[in-house]
Structures are given as structure tokens and as C-alpha cells.
């Protein structure tokens, strides 16, 4: 069978990823989530950010 790959929208943990993005995302990846969409960058750059994607593979 076929593994269908899972997104989900930050909006919904956006308490979570103002106070510690890094962590959130990690948790998220836990979860099974393959892709997120974001809901702001929370003061974080395109590089910090890709940064933290690659090295939890989202």
C-alpha cells in the first residue's frame, strides 16, 4: 500500500511556534507530519528557517 505524505498548517500550533519554532517543528515531524505550510516566520530569516526543515526533513 501506498504511504500518502501528511502536511499540516502551522496557523493551527501558532502559539507553540512563537514561544520556540525549532521545537514545534521537531514535535511536528514526531507526529508523522512530511510537510508544513506556514503562518509567519516569527522574526526568523529564509535561511534560519530552511535551516530548521532540512534538519528535521520537512
Known sequence: MKKFKVGLQLYS????MEVDM???LKQVKEM???YVEFA???EKNAE???GILDKYGL
Open 22 to 24: 525549532e521545537n514545534t
Open 48 to 50: 534560519e528557517v530552511k
Open 13 to 16: 500550533v501558532r502559539d507553540k
Open 32 to 34: 508523522g507530519y512530511d
Open 40 to 42: 509567519g516566520y516569527f
